[in-house]
């Protein structure tokens, strides 16, 4: 229930900073019971963004999607998600740093707690992601994913 609650507190986030397509994936260290939570329905995710879009002056409500199956959605979909952006993928053991200032569009995959495992990872880098890191600290979602869209946006 904590994690559902700390995403809809990034979901708002995200809305807030401007980002047009919000893609949920599930990943290994995603708790399975996350998928059945209530906060997940589209009237709860809705009502989360309008908030963002309030806060933020703006009208157009983002493009959101869950994909509860991994392999699949990086496998057949993400190729064409890619096409014509900058693939980031926020990884703490990363050896390059997040860019800053990037022109043009951006996609950036963001893991649960604890980051994506190895194999998700490889996989993210196979179709065409750079891994970057935002340093040594150990972040929170919150904080990570403002801190990332912050440095993309700056």
């Known amino acids: 229930m904590l994690g559902t609650i700390r995403f809809l507190r990034v979901f708002l986030s995200m809305t807030v900073l401007g980002v047009k397509r ?3 994936v599930n990943a290994v260290r995603v708790e399975k019971s996350y998928w059945q939570s ?3 329905a589209p009237d709860a995710i ?3 963004a309008i908030l963002g879009l309030e806060q933020a002056r703006d009208t157009v409500l983002p493009e959101i999607v869950l994909k509860p199956r991994f392999k699949p959605f990086i496998e057949d979909e993400l190729p064409a998600i890619l096409q014509g ?7 703490p053991a990363a050896n390059s740093a997040c860019p800053r200032e990037v022109n043009g569009p951006v996609t950036l995959a963001v893991g649960p707690e604890g980051g ?3 194999y998700e990872i490889d996989m993210l880098v196979s179709r ?3 891994a970057v890191s935002l340093g040594v600290r150990a972040l929170n979602i919150e904080t990570a994913v ?7 946006l700056a």
């Open 22 to 24: 919000i893609i949920l």
């Open 38 to 40: 209530p906060f997940l």
């Open 116 to 118: 994506f495992v190895p």
């Open 85 to 91: 952006t900058t693939a980031l993928a926020a990884h």
């Open 146 to 152: 403002s801190a990332l869209i912050g440095r993309l």
């Open 128 to 130: 065409g992601f750079t």
């Open 46 to 48: 809705r009502r989360q």
